[in-house]
């Protein structure tokens, strides 16, 4: 891989030390976001490997969790986000979560890599039997909706939760 390519690949043990450094960068957002999914589910930085590892054939998954890939973006060894892929929806999902949910470290934002793992993520949507992939995002978030919309994201509709803070953008996109 070249100097600064991203990698989308699933979480490796030798991960560790970054992915902490990016939950912590997560927490500190306001409000924080979920960075390492499940995470406190699993006892270990080890453990959650092997758990999510499991993720795809339904296995170790945490409550309400369905069928999923979990992805962390590289860049020069170094975790800067992470990509989940659920390979079928709930109710809830199909509604407000989508397919695919992604999210980069604020210290390596807009240099491209939520662009890039996303780009990387549909071919493993469409390896997984998923035709069109669903991706949300905050109706306040424009970095995100212009991620979607350059990845070829089809707006479909806004969400009408009134129990959500925050409304989200529904789009389609074609995997391969």
């Known amino acids: 891989m070249k100097k600064g390519a991203l990698e989308l690949r699933p979480l490796k043990l030798e991960d560790e030390r970054s992915f902490m450094e990016a939950i912590a960068e997560f927490q500190q957002e306001s409000p924080p976001w979920e960075f390492a999914l499940g995470f406190d589910h699993f006892s270990s930085f080890s453990d ?23 992805y962390v973006g590289i860049v020069d060894g170094e975790v ?59 109706v306040d978030n424009p970095g995100s909706i212009k991620v979607i919309e350059r990845c070829g994201g089809i707006f479909e509709s806004l969400t009408c939760e009134p129990d959500l803070k925050i409304q989200k953008r529904r789009y389609w996109l074609k995997t391969r």
């Open 48 to 70: 959650y490997v092997r758990g999510v590892e499991g993720w795809p054939r339904g296995e170790n998954l945490p409550s309400g969790y369905v069928p999923s890939g979990f």
């Open 80 to 138: 800067v986000g992470r990509v989940s892929i659920r390979f079928r929806l709930n109710e809830f999902l199909s509604r407000i979560g989508g397919h695919i949910g992604y999210g980069v470290r604020r210290s390596r934002r807009r240099r491209g890599y939520a662009t890039e793992m996303l780009r990387q993520a549909l071919p493993i949507c469409a390896g997984n039997g998923i035709k069109q992939a669903l991706v949300t995002c905050d």
